[in-house]
């Protein structure tokens, strides 16, 4: 009997369960996104680091609906309109590796607390984390392949609710993870430490990532 119901439970969880799969294996990957909330953590804390996991997460979850409503499969087949996503964040990446860059060759910041440190607004952050996720063409075609594979033809707006929060919760968690360690006391000691090459790296990677978008189609 026990075996059974836990059958009947797997079974009717099962589009809950591949979709919770697929969605880890991307949030959990360190893309621009991520690592922006790794930076931002390290470098002002906290509370700056919860401000653009916020950004992050919204814009995920707007594009969590959208997909849900089919609208992103129909924007990853318009190569216009994925193309001018491909831009805007490529763009956007590259302006983010100037930063970063900047950041590197400035003056060496003074050996203070980090709530010492100038930082942004948090509703400045919030709005970069968003912009960031929204111009980002891999979280479209991400949350596109969740609904496709976890989604039979038959379901409903119940079933796409499950999916929206439960990996909803998923990067919540995994977020919170991201900014509770690198805005521990070891990393943000790590940061002032290595605080060049730290920024050198990020404005690599994110020029990187912002050349490929703008250079691969």
Not at 11 to 38: D, E, N
Not at 51 to 60: D, E, H, I, K, L
Not at 81 to 97: D, N, P, T, W
Not at 146 to 173: E, K, N, Q, R, W
Request: with cysteine; proline share 3%; charged share 10%.
């Amino acid at each position: 009997m026990q075996d059974t119901l836990g059958a009947a439970f797997v079974a009717g969880h099962k589009q809950l369960f591949v979709a919770l799969a697929l969605y880890l294996t991307s949030v959990g990957t360190p893309g621009p996104s991520i690592l922006a909330i790794m930076r931002t953590a390290m470098r002002h804390g906290r509370r700056a680091g919860f401000a653009w996991a916020a950004g992050t997460f919204s814009g995920s979850m707007v594009w969590a609906v959208t997909a849900g409503l089919g609208i992103t499969a129909l924007i990853a087949t318009w190569a216009h309109a994925l193309h001018a996503i491909k831009v805007v964040g490529g763009l956007y990446l590259l302006f983010l590796a100037w930063k970063s860059g900047r950041s590197a060759f400035a003056a060496k910041l003074a050996e203070a607390t980090i709530a010492d440190a100038p930082a942004p607004a948090l509703p400045t952050l919030y709005a970069r984390g968003l912009a960031l996720h929204l111009t980002n063409p891999k979280a479209i075609l991400v949350w596109t392949a969740i609904m496709s594979v976890s989604l039979s033809p038959h379901a409903g707006i119940g079933d796409v609710a499950t999916i929206i929060i439960g990996c909803g919760c998923l990067a919540a968690f995994i977020l919170s993870i991201y900014v509770m360690i690198f805005s521990t006391s070891t990393m943000v000691g790590t940061y002032q430490r290595a605080r060049r090459w730290i920024e050198m790296l990020m404005a690599s990677i994110f020029a990187l990532a912002g050349l490929k978008l703008l250079l691969l189609h």
